[in-house]
Structure formats: structure tokens, C-alpha cells
């Protein structure tokens, strides 16, 4: 059974600085890793999407990292804002099973 | 700006009763998924629809509940009778082709049993 961690749990840092969101899986065979914001009582929103071929995407000032054959992957998000506060999830999916991290909550303080 | 609707958004109800909860998948997509969040367990996979045909319930209580999709724009999830330990929010997602691209997530349903 395919296990997500994502360390931190929670993160606070001062606006303008870099973030870095860790996520592992157990089992790399993978179709693809996607990168998740939730945003408190709201759904998920995809950020970023790596397939299983690809070492990284990024999309402004996001990008994402794929070690398929250690099992992570790192989201960076460059000069944080306080519009970046939300909730952060990883999801390895196999066939057409999603299978998801725990979070990091994320909280920029102005 | 096509996107997955839910209804309802909140629904708070009395154990024993039966909730139904309403999915519009995003018009073209063929695949339908039905997610739980809990603070304890997190996010799992429920059922899983192709073609509207259900390929895969075997995260869901048998017993009772039960999903459907009597049309290609309408999913239903159904819980007879609710208990309190279905308190959570209910999440649909919808994504085209065979579901191993992207999926798009709906506002989710919070459901609140007492």
C-alpha cells in the first residue's frame, strides 16, 4: 500500500522568504506526482502536476521536483506572500488511484 | 471557467437519517471520483465512475452507502442511515479520459451528523 508523509506538518515564515515543502512515497511506481493548495473550507486546487517521465515542472513562482527512484519530492515556492497561506498536498497516483499526504499548513506572516 | 459543483455545501442532519449529496462533474469528463476528508484519516478514495459505470467502491461502507450516476452530468452519494462517525467533508472530483491525468476537485459537501 502506497504511504504519502509530508514534512513539516505546519511551517510560519515572514513574508519574502522561500519555502520548501518536502513530500515521500514508499512504493515509485508512480504515473505521476501532483502538488495540491487547499484553502480552509474550500477544495483542492491543482498547482502543479509531474509525470512519472519528468524531473520537474514549475509554474511562477512554484516548482516542483521528482526523485522517482528515492521517492520525493520538493515543492519550492519563491518570495512568499501572505496569499500563500493555505494548506499544501502531495498526491502520488497509480491507475487512477490518488494517493494522498497529510498536508503542511502553511501560514506567511506579513 | 468550467468547474465540479456539489450540493449541498453544508448539511447538518440527525443520526439515522438519510443524506444525499449532488455532484455536477465538469461538462466532457468521463471519469467521477467521491473523496472523504477527516481530520483523523485524511483524504480517501470512496468510488471511482467511468462512462458512468462504477469501477471501483471499495472504500465505501457497504452497508450503507451507496453512489450512482443516473446521467453523464449527475453523481449522487447516499448514506442510509448516517451515523456520526460519517462527519466529514465529501469531495468529488472529475477528470477526463481513463482518471490516470489530472483530476478536478469540487467545493466539497460538510456533512455533520449529530
Known amino acids: 500500500k502506497q504511504e504519502v508523509t509530508q514534512i513539516p506538518a505546519a511551517l510560519s515564515v515572514p513574508e519574502g522568504e522561500n519555502l520548501v515543502l518536502n513530500c515521500s512515497f514508499t512504493?515509485?511506481?508512480?504515473?505521476?506526482l501532483q502538488w495540491f493548495r487547499q484553502d480552509p473550507g474550500k477544495g483542492l486546487t491543482s498547482l502543479l502536476l509531474?509525470?512519472?517521465?519528468?524531473r520537474e515542472q514549475t509554474s511562477g513562482r512554484l516548482n516542483a521536483s521528482l526523485d522517482k527512484s528515492s521517492g520525493r519530492s520538493t515543492l519550492y515556492i519563491a518570495a512568499s506572500q501572505p496569499g500563500d497561506s493555505a494548506t499544501y498536498l502531495c498526491?502520488?497516483?497509480?491507475?487512477?488511484?490518488?494517493?494522498f499526504g497529510a498536508g503542511t499548513t502553511v501560514t506567511v506572516r506579513a | 471557467d468550467a468547474r465540479v459543483t456539489q450540493t449541498p455545501r453544508h448539511k447538518v442532519t440527525e443520526m439515522g437519517q438519510e443524506v444525499t449529496m449532488r455532484c455536477q462533474p465538469i461538462l466532457g469528463h468521463n471519469t467521477v471520483f467521491w473523496y472523504r476528508q477527516t481530520m483523523m484519516q485524511g483524504l480517501e478514495l470512496l468510488a471511482y465512475?467511468?462512462?458512468?459505470?462504477?469501477?471501483?467502491d471499495s472504500g465505501m461502507p457497504k452497508d450503507r452507502f451507496s453512489a450512482e450516476m443516473p446521467d453523464a452530468t449527475l453523481a449522487t452519494l447516499k448514506i442510509q442511515p448516517s451515523e456520526p462517525r460519517d462527519s466529514a467533508v465529501y469531495f468529488c472530483a472529475s477528470g477526463p479520459g481513463q482518471g490516470t491525468v489530472e483530476q478536478y476537485f469540487g467545493p466539497g459537501t460538510r456533512l455533520t451528523v449529530t
Open positions: 512504493d515509485s511506481a508512480i504515473y505521476n
Open positions: 498526491a502520488v497516483q497509480f491507475d487512477y488511484k490518488l494517493s
Open positions: 465512475f467511468r462512462n458512468r459505470a462504477p469501477l471501483d
Open positions: 509531474i509525470q512519472s517521465s519528468q
